[in-house]
């Protein structure tokens, strides 16, 4: 099959005007918010010295800021304002997906625009100035007639530069919850389908680029009083702009939608179960690439109604228990505090999903190590790897509190690379998922916890409060419950791990409901 | 030759000032203005100048760069504040009026133009009238009049931009926009001072003309006594932000001062060496 006929490009165009139509939506916004407070903030600062050092300042710092981590903060920061005016004012507010990325991307515009700004009206001839005081001008009509037209084309130039910047930085909103065309990339890596990451590139660049053009024929329109230019421009931008509201508008929302996580078996579950819905006649949508913390708040915040997360990350993370009770008891209890927050534990797949030290098989053989124990004495003169989060998770803490574990250096890894890079000796161990297809891939083995320092991680499907009486919903998602055994996600996560069209969620989902159905 | 026609326009003019109003239509009374030097230090711009302008009167002043010319012209549309003294507009107090209708009834020519870039010929010169709030079609006919006033071909001009126009052009458009909204009173701020001699001629003339057909007070800033001197009627000469001295050619002739004699005799030194090099021209 060539590279051109991959029927993967087929399935990225499919989702071409979703993410796109988003993609834009989030940055307009963004890169009008940005504008709406950075030129006033310019205009004043810029006879204002103090002001504008401190504006600059701020601004740059902002700035330097990586992108991720400035969208990843305004999270929690707007889920405490919700929760703050929802008990002094009454209401609250969706904290998840576009508010915090436009809000995020907004202070990420504004470096650009300020210093083009005060560099382009401080740059305006002081005898035009003074004409226009001649003429009879107040300053205002000063500002608005002459000051300001004349520092346009500085200004422009600013905003393109915001305007590139905040399309290609909204692609990391995909994590917070906003669509973008980040969803390719980020899917895209989750699933070593790099078809979908150079598509989500490729898309992101051709926007960027087009935006920037569009808004250079303005610039160059202003700069050289063309207006024909301009108005070329500026309907270009404006028709951008309408082409991606349209279907918006005209699309009716979708009614349930589906969360996943960052990685593959996410993904595929997030599949199967919008599957079952449009199979149940529901139409369903998914919110995928969403943070391990994100994804719970937003559940509960009613922004998703439902997605799959594994008892034990829950009990350590969102309820910071540390007792680790025989599993039956664990999803009891747990069943109890989702019910506090109107939550509803519809039931457990079938699998578990949890944290393993892994390593070579052959490895562990020739040192002896059956078990964690047995790894705790050899660990001085071993490297562990984990995945971004594993380090700073309880479970760390746990097995470090039990075992020791003194390693000799830890690094932190795409999740997909992990097992490559252990089975290759590149590090000596990994913190791997138990239900992970690659473990039997590159034949590795998952040490024995004999003091239980991990707890139990079934897969668990969880419904947002507003879906708690849903029984068309609970119907059509029944068919999964204690129907995937650990054999065969293993196996649907080792076929979504492959690099072709076959390895596609959907494809892989399609597999997995099969196997359901014919067993 | 030359000085003796002058001679004979001066007492043309001064009998016609005589006639008009008493009142003056400019004063300045003890004014003073000093800006921040370099580190504590202020420099005096203009120091201690009492000035008056008749009704109908074009007063030109003299003066090299730095001597307080300008920043006395500023003053007196408030583009700039001064420390002493006290400045009268048609007898009003000038710290009493609103600077910004103070400035819209006073016609204002730039050095150079100071044209708008962005805007053309016709919004240029309609500004004054637009800020005022004058309905579009009268500012219209207004730019047209305008237009043929200071003999720029109307359809030729209106909708191209300053950078399209010629230094003479523009300055003929700087005019224009000065007189755009009616006003008694000009302030030229060296208004020929980057042009060709040719240029400058013509135009001196035809602002000349315009004074007299419109009845206007001109103050005109030059530093060339020359221009001064075929212009206007009266000459302030002003020196270190001091005013030296003020008066008809014939009355600064008689005048002292040897900054003042040394002004006046560079131009008619010129006009002899001229008149020696060119034999036959028809001065006579």
């Excluded at chain 1, 917070?176 to 660049?205: H, K």
């Excluded at chain 2, 004058?134 to 030729?156: G, M, Y």
């Excluded at chain 2, 000459?235 to 002292?256: C, D, F, H, I, Y």
Aim: aromatic share 8%; net charge neutral; with cysteine.
């Amino acid at each position: 099959m060539s590279f051109l006929t991959d029927p993967r490009w087929g399935e990225a165009f499919a989702h071409l005007a979703d993410y796109l139509g988003n993609h834009v939506r989030v940055s307009v916004a963004a890169l009008a918010l940005g504008l709406l407070v950075s030129l006033p903030l310019a205009i004043a600062a810029r006879q204002r010295p103090v002001l504008r050092t401190a504006l600059l300042a701020v601004a740059s710092v902002v700035q330097t800021v990586p992108g991720l981590a400035l969208l990843a903060l305004f999270y929690p920061l707007l889920l405490a304002l919700a929760s703050v005016t929802l008990a002094w004012f009454g209401f609250g507010f969706s904290a998840f997906g576009f508010l915090p990325a436009v809000l995020a991307l907004a202070l990420y515009s504004m470096l650009p625009v300020l210093r083009n700004t005060i560099t382009g009206l401080n740059g305006v001839d002081g005898e035009l100035i003074e004409a226009a005081r001649g003429v009879g001008m107040t300053p205002r009509q000063s500002l608005f007639a002459v000051e300001l037209p004349l520092a346009l084309p500085v200004i422009m130039a600013g905003i393109r530069t915001s305007a590139v910047w905040v399309i290609g930085t909204a692609t990391l909103s995909t994590p917070i919850g906003q669509t973008s065309l980040g969803n390719y990339i980020f899917a895209g890596l989750q699933t070593q389908n790099w078809v979908l990451v150079l598509f989500g590139c490729f898309a992101a660049a051709v926007l960027a680029l087009a935006v920037d053009q569009l808004l250079a024929l303005i610039e160059n329109g202003l700069r050289a009083r063309k207006r024909a230019r301009t108005a070329l421009g500026s309907f270009g931008i404006a028709a951008l702009v309408v082409a991606t509201l349209v279907p918006a508008l005209a699309r009716p929302a979708s009614s349930y939608a589906i969360g996943a996580k960052t990685f593959t078996e996410q993904y595929v579950l997030a599949a199967l179960m919008a599957d079952r819905l449009r199979a149940a006649g529901l139409s369903a949508s998914s919110r995928q690439g969403l943070g391990s913390s994100v994804i719970f708040n937003a559940l509960a915040a009613g922004d998703i109604d439902v997605y799959v997360d594994y008892s034990g990350t829950l009990w350590l993370n969102q309820f910071h228990r540390t007792d680790t009770p025989p599993r039956e008891k664990l999803i009891e209890e747990l069943k109890a505090e989702l019910e506090k927050q109107h939550i509803t534990l519809l039931g457990e797949l079938g699998f578990e999903n949890a944290y393993a030290l892994v390593m070579p098989k052959q490895r562990a053989d020739e040192l002896g190590i059956r078990s964690i124990a047995d790894l705790a004495s050899h660990a001085a003169t071993l490297s562990i790897a984990g995945d971004y989060e594993f380090f700073s998770r309880p479970e760390w803490g746990a097995l470090r509190e039990a075992y020791g574990l003194p390693f000799k250096a830890q690094r932190q890894m795409q999740p997909d690379f992990m097992y490559a890079a252990v089975a290759s000796g590149e590090v000596d161990v990994i913190a791997g998922y138990t239900s992970d297809g690659l473990i039997a891939k590159y034949d590795l083995s998952a040490l024995d916890d004999p003091r239980h320092a991990i707890p139990p991680y079934d897969a668990i499907v969880l419904l947002a409060p507003k879906r708690a009486g849903d029984e068309k919903l609970k119907a059509a998602l029944q068919p999964l419950l204690g129907r995937i055994d650990i054999a065969t996600m293993r196996e649907a996560n080792l076929r979504a791990s492959g690099n072709d069209a076959a390895a596609s969620p959907e494809a892989v989902a399609r597999w997995l409901w099969q196997r359901i159905e014919n067993h | 030759m030359l000085t003796q026609s002058f001679t004979f326009r001066w007492k043309v003019r001064s009998c016609v000032r005589g006639v008009l109003s008493t009142l003056p239509m400019i004063a300045y009374s003890h004014v003073g203005k000093s800006f921040a030097g370099r580190g504590t230090e202020r420099v005096t711009a203009v120091d201690d100048v009492s000035l008056e302008i008749a009704e109908g009167e074009f007063l030109a002043i003299v003066g090299a760069s730095g001597s307080g010319k300008s920043t006395l012209l500023r003053l007196t549309n408030r583009l700039i504040e001064p420390d002493q003294g006290r400045i009268t507009v048609e007898s009003e107090d000038v710290q009493a009026a609103d600077p910004v209708g103070l400035r819209r009834r006073i016609g204002y020519v730039f050095q150079s133009g100071a044209l708008f870039p962005h805007m053309s010929v016709a919004d240029n010169i309609g500004i004054t009238p637009k800020l005022q709030g004058t309905p579009a079609d009268k500012i219209a006919t207004r730019v047209d009049e305008l237009l043929e006033l200071v003999q720029l071909r109307t359809a030729d001009y209106r909708d191209r931009f300053p950078h399209e126009l010629s230094g003479g052009q523009r300055q003929r458009v700087g005019v224009a926009r000065a007189l755009a909204a009616r006003p008694r009173i000009v302030l030229m701020d060296e208004p020929f001072g980057a042009l060709d001699p040719l240029t400058r001629d013509a135009l001196g003339d035809d602002y000349r003309a315009l004074h007299r057909k419109l009845n206007l007070t001109t103050v005109m800033i030059t530093h060339d006594m020359t221009e001064a001197l075929v212009l206007a009627d009266r000459v302030a000469v002003m020196r270190a932000g001091k005013l030296l001295a003020q008066g008809t050619p014939a009355e600064l002739s008689k005048n002292q001062d040897g900054y003042v004699a040394e002004l006046l005799r560079t131009p008619r030194r010129q006009a002899e060496r001229l008149n020696a090099l060119l034999p036959g021209d028809g001065a006579t």
